[in-house]
């Protein structure tokens, strides 16, 4: 592995497991679901990595265009703090 | 959650504030709040001779302030019992019909844009601008026309000005059609109106509601046909009633209002008849009350003077339609949706300086 | 001489590269952006003279470290600015085109003033945007609200890169192409979240909810539409669907349901109308994009139109044919070969042709409600959606033999060439059944009516828009007119009643200085506050003398308040004030660092590029009042144009213009310059002896009150 490998794969490797260490750290519930799908991103990137473009893009398409959008969703309905907030 | 629509906002057409409560999407209640364009125009006018007060009258409803000038003067006419010439007569319905048909015409291209329909915002305007440029020949000005006076006109119509009226007239009278080619026929301008914004007939009598929103509802009532004034005795003219009580009914009596206010102007310039334009009026007013009603391109307008043997009236009151049309809509929001807001409150056309006065 | 190994190359080799572009130049007039490109390659010595792995050479020039080593960075890096250079030159375009074909349709002209046709209105926009601060309300979270424009921004010119523009002009191409592109509108509703909620605003995150929503309902279509292109041309790469198109037909004549179906999901991404609610200002203002001002909020237009230039460009590319235009001869001639005019450019046209097919849906048709396009989008495009794959697949996948030819009536065609032909007959045939049962007409009725007004502003048949180009045209305004007053000295009596009868008290009687009246009665004139003038014209019916006019000058704008207040001897002329000049004419006022640094470097450009730097109204009061004065003197005999022409002489061109527009006027009406009012017919009192008039006695004070 060359150094430009070693050095991609670990820099995606942080891209993953970093956003999730904020996320799980974050007490606004929205800024989890932002560290989220930067998580989902690296992960798609892993992907990538091993050779995989199809993979790549299912993940990005349904994962972060979807599924995120979901949890927002889901975080707005039943977190009525956050309509109080912005009331 | 209660939710403000102004009153700084692009779609109220004035400066007012009608707050909902909504469910969601879906609208549970609402509170109209009015006041924000008050200018005290009626005291204003007690403390102004007749002739001086008339510029404020015209600032009530902005857009069809022939309407309410003629209502005034024809107020104070009556207070002074002044007799007004034929040809005044004439001359009053003609050029009050041609502002029915600029407001109405405004109304259509504030209320199609605020749907969404851009196209359909430009043209009525463009249309609207033809009316003004005729008005603009006799006056002098293009909105505020300071035209009638205690007995007759200011100023008298000329030939050109009929010959001009009628052919004006009949391109309006073209391109409405052209317009329902537009609305009518497509069906995303019928799912935004259609069903929205109902009210029946008991609750719209009730609330006060009159002109062409009442007459969506299919009750039959136009002041001009109940108790003619000036020459609309002798005009020949239909009023157009529809049933549904929606949008879509509210907007069709106004499409077919413009056509026929078009055909009354036509009219009226043929049948013009000769004399005098104003006619003798005394300097004071005997000390008694008036009363006089008309049909406003919003519904139906009142004032009440009140003279006391001076120069200046004691108490001028005006009954503005726009005022009583914004009470009846809570109800015909109540259930809809917050999208279908700008239909509703479109549709039933306010002028807020005629609220608010 | 330079070395044959390249890598040996150092710079000062690779200045000798230079030297070639010469040869390059000549031969790139063909094919003009794959030459570009050549030239590009040459002059920093990468052309496709090899480059060999693994060779090494003792002397390392910068050169050779940056254009040879790490070839694929600066390859990248000049792929990148091509591509940003393009798209913001594309969307410059767009946008113009929207707003002049939009104008069109409304009877109306569109930017015509900044440059040439109004081309450089955007350029001009842009730059305001720039200097306008960022405002974002102070409680917002300011990290998700800076990353919605850049997830929007960036996935759009992402998803500009993966476009092919011809078999040559490519600047990033993988297996899933159209999947790429798919992803990348897929980020949209996630960004446009984050900038609802982001800006702490109830109005602005039900327009994010909302617009979430919508797009949503719209991705499923959006993917799903293209499920039968997919089948046909057994691609996802758009080189390759291109390809299938050239050899086998437009898909459009094969998948016409497809093709409406895309189309339609492309506005619903795109917001536009008529799925534009979020964003509707008749609504909740801007929607989600309410707190976004400057330069924050140029990019997020930009951002829409560039994924607007994107889905044209998709819509080009997987159904019209992309860069292909069919090769039609006519006997030996050739009439429309596809080697004649550059791919790239056919490609461009096609584009800005959908765009212009998307402006005119937006002219014609009103907005729908977001739960009637959430309707519309699961309950009748997405069924819509599956059938045409349905169809395309059971004729496709039963019987694929790829190559195999077959004879047809219209000679052999290959298996799926008749497989797409097949499929796009079944659909026009629904589409026909459609139209004849009337449903059609209805929804297209608008096209035709705001088609048919384009046509008609164009001038062709005669017609012309109905707005006039102020200042650069004038309008025409009657005689009659109420604006300007104008006072005469010789027939004014000081009466007062225009004091007495003004509404707002603007008038007040002042003691004359330059006045030349010789009756020490009538010294007194009426000065105007015309800040609260009404322009209702009661003091000019109340004159008994017909000394105090209103012309038709309407120009009376000034730049402070000293400037409307006429005094007496300006209303008569003889204080012939000017009106200032902007204070800051010519200069622009200087606040931000941005100021500082763009303004001196563009506006002599842009002053120079912009035509029609029409002067400031220099017009003096005394100029419009001249005008009513020569409208009186006329009517009171004075014919004589020399005397007039002193007076003319030094007016500025605008109200010479007026005066010859009025004298024109006036000689064919032969008037006066007033008609008899109704006040004089009414009471009779135009020669009565001072002290019986109106406002000659003492009024009856709050009598009424």
New interface residues.
């Given amino acids: 592995m060359t150094l430009r490998e070693d050095a991609t794969f670990w820099l995606f490797v942080g891209t993953t497991i970093l956003p999730a260490l904020f996320a799980v750290q974050a007490k606004d519930a929205m800024k989890g679901v932002i560290w989220l799908s930067l998580s989902l991103i690296g992960v798609a990137a892993l992907f990538l990595l091993l050779g995989s473009t199809v993979l790549l893009l299912f993940q990005l398409i349904i994962y972060v265009g979807a599924v995120t959008v979901l949890y927002v969703w889901g975080v707005m309905l039943m977190r009525t703090e956050i309509m109080e907030r912005v009331e | 959650?209660w939710?403000n629509i102004g009153p700084q906002?692009?779609?109220t057409h004035g400066l007012w504030d009608l707050r909902i409560k909504v469910n969601g999407?879906v609208i549970v209640d609402s509170d109209p709040q009015v006041g924000y364009l008050h200018r005290s125009v009626e005291k204003i006018c007690?403390?102004?001779e007749f002739?001086?007060?008339?510029?404020?009258t015209e600032r009530l409803c902005y857009v069809a302030n022939m309407n309410w000038t003629h209502l005034y003067v024809h107020a104070v006419e009556k207070l002074m019992n002044v007799e007004v010439p034929d040809r005044a007569k004439w001359i009053r319905v003609m050029v009050c019909e041609m502002n029915r048909v600029a407001s109405h015409l405004f109304w259509l291209g504030a209320f199609?844009?605020?749907?969404?329909?851009?196209?359909?915002?430009?043209?009525p305007i463009?249309e609207r601008?033809y009316v003004l440029d005729l008005l603009?020949?006799?006056?002098?000005?293009r909105m505020?026309y300071?035209y009638p006076?205690i007995?007759?006109?200011?100023?008298?119509v000329d030939d050109k000005f009929l010959r001009r009226s009628k052919v004006v007239m009949d391109m309006i009278l073209e391109r409405t059609f052209?317009y329902e080619?537009?609305l009518d026929?497509?069906?995303?301008?019928g799912?935004?109106t259609k069903g929205v914004g109902v009210i029946d007939r008991a609750m719209a009598k009730n609330a006060g509601l009159t002109g062409p929103a009442l007459r969506a509802c299919g009750v039959d009532f136009d002041v001009r046909k109940a108790t003619p004034y000036w020459a609309y005795g002798e005009v020949d003219f239909e009023v157009p009633v529809y049933d549904e009580g929606d949008c879509f009914a509210r907007y069709r009596v106004r499409l077919e209002e413009i056509r026929e206010s078009c055909k009354i102007v036509k009219q009226c310039a043929d049948r013009m008849p000769e004399g005098e334009?104003?006619g003798?009026?005394p300097r004071v007013a005997p000390k008694t009350y008036a009363w006089v009603r008309h049909e406003d391109p919003r519904g139906e307008s009142m004032c009440l003077i009140m003279g006391?043997g001076?120069?200046?009236?004691?108490r001028v009151k005006f009954r503005s339609p726009a005022f009583v049309n914004i009470s009846a809509l809570p109800i015909m929001l109540l259930g809809y949706?917050?999208?279908?807001v700008?239909a509703v409150m479109g549709s039933i056309d306010v002028c807020i300086g005629e609220v608010d006065r | 001489m330079a070395p044959a190994n390249p890598f040996d190359w150092t710079y000062l080799e690779l200045c000798g590269a230079l030297n070639d572009i010469s040869y390059h130049v000549v031969y790139a007039v063909g094919d003009l952006p794959h030459n570009l490109w050549n030239i590009l390659a040459a002059s920093l010595g990468m052309r496709d003279r090899v480059l060999a792995p693994g060779d090494m050479t003792f002397h390392i020039g910068l050169a050779d470290w940056l254009f040879v080593q790490n070839r694929e960075i600066m390859v990248s890096l000049i792929a990148a600015t091509l591509l940003l250079m393009f798209s913001l030159i594309n969307v410059l375009m767009f946008i113009w085109v929207e707003r002049k074909l939009l104008a069109r349709f409304m009877d109306r002209r569109g930017p015509m003033v900044a440059g040439p046709f109004g081309l450089l209105q955007n350029v001009w926009d842009g730059m305001k945007l720039m200097t306008k601060e960022n405002a974002h309300p102070a409680r917002a979270d300011m990290f998700a609200f800076f990353l919605c424009p850049v997830i929007l921004v960036g996935s759009a010119f992402a998803a500009a890169g993966a476009l092919p523009m011809s078999p040559k002009v490519q600047i990033a191409s993988i297996d899933l192409d159209l999947l790429w592109v798919l992803m990348l509108f897929a980020f949209s509703p996630y960004a446009i979240f984050l900038g609802g909620w982001a800006s702490y605003n109830k109005f602005s995150l039900i327009g994010g909810m909302r617009s979430a929503a919508q797009m949503l309902a719209g991705e499923v279509p959006f993917f799903l539409s293209v499920g039968g292109v997919i089948l046909i041309t057994g691609s996802f790469r758009f080189a390759d669907i291109v390809a299938w198109q050239d050899a086998h037909g437009w898909l459009i004549f094969a998948q016409p349901l497809g093709a409406i179906l895309f189309t339609i999901a492309v506005l619903i991404e795109l917001e536009r109308i008529p799925f534009d609610l979020p964003e509707a200002e008749s609504e909740l203002v801007e929607g989600w994009t309410t707190e976004y001002s400057g330069l924050r909020w140029g990019m997020l237009w930009l951002g829409g139109y560039l994924r607007g230039y994107v889905g044209c460009a998709m819509i080009v590319l997987l159904f019209l044919g992309g860069w292909g235009m069919p090769n039609y001869k006519l006997g030996e001639l050739p009439l429309l070969t596809p080697h004649i005019i550059p791919p790239v450019f056919i490609f461009l046209l096609k584009s800005y042709l959908v765009f212009a097919v998307f402006v005119w849906i937006r002219s014609a048709y009103p907005r729908l409600r977001t739960d009637q396009l959430l309707n519309t989008g699961w309950k009748r495009l997405l069924p819509a959606t599956l059938v045409n794959i349905a169809v395309a697949g059971f004729l496709v996948v039963d019987q694929v033999r790829p190559g195999e030819v077959v004879q047809t009536p219209f000679g052999p065609m290959s298996q799926e060439t008749v497989v797409a032909w097949v499929v796009g007959a079944f659909t026009f045939l629904a589409v026909a059944a459609l139209y004849s049962m009337h449903l059609l007409p209805r929804v297209l009725q608008p096209l035709v009516s705001t088609a048919r007004m384009f046509v008609q502003t164009l001038g062709w048949f005669g017609g012309r828009p109905f707005t006039v180009l102020y200042p650069y045209e004038r309008l025409e305004v009657p005689l009659s007119e109420r604006w300007l007053h104008g006072l005469s000295d010789e027939k004014c009596i000081s009466c007062a009643r225009c004091c007495r009868i003004c509404p707002d008290n603007c008038l007040n009687m002042v003691e004359s200085q330059m006045g030349q009246h010789p009756d020490p009665r009538f010294t007194t004139r009426p000065a105007l506050d015309a800040s609260h003038c009404m322009f209702c014209g009661l003091c000019v019916e109340v004159c008994p003398t017909g000394a105090l006019t209103m012309g038709p000058n309407f120009e009376l704008a000034g730049f402070s308040r000293d400037e409307l207040y006429w005094s007496q001897d300006q209303l008569m002329g003889y204080d012939k004030k000017t009106m200032q000049e902007h204070p800051a004419k010519g200069e622009i006022e200087v606040v931000t660092w941005v100021d500082k640094l763009l303004y001196p470097l563009l506006t002599p450009v842009l002053q120079f590029v912009t035509p029609h730097n029409y002067e400031r109204a220099k017009g003096s009061h005394s100029d419009a009042n001249v005008v009513s004065s020569a409208v009186r003197e006329l009517a009171g005999g004075k014919e004589d144009e020399r005397e007039l022409g002193l007076i003319m002489d030094n007016m500025s061109p605008r109200s010479k213009k007026a005066v010859e527009m009025l004298l024109a006027e006036m000689r064919t009406r032969r008037q006066g310059p007033r008609d008899v009012s109704a006040w004089d017919l009414r009471h009779e009192r135009k020669h009565e002896p001072k002290g019986s008039g109106f406002g000659e006695t003492a009024p009856e004070e709050d009598e009424a009150a």
Avoid: C
Wanted: net charge neutral; aromatic share 8%; hydrophobic share 40%.
């Fill in positions: 959650m939710i906002h692009p779609s999407e007690e403390r102004k002739i001086m007060a008339m510029p404020m199609v844009h605020d749907i969404g329909n851009l196209t359909m915002f430009l043209w463009r601008e603009e020949y006799i006056t002098g000005a505020m300071n006076r007995g007759g006109q200011v100023k008298d052209e080619k537009m026929e497509s069906d995303m301008f799912v935004r334009f104003i003798k009026a006391t001076g120069k200046n009236a004691y949706k917050i999208p279908d700008p």
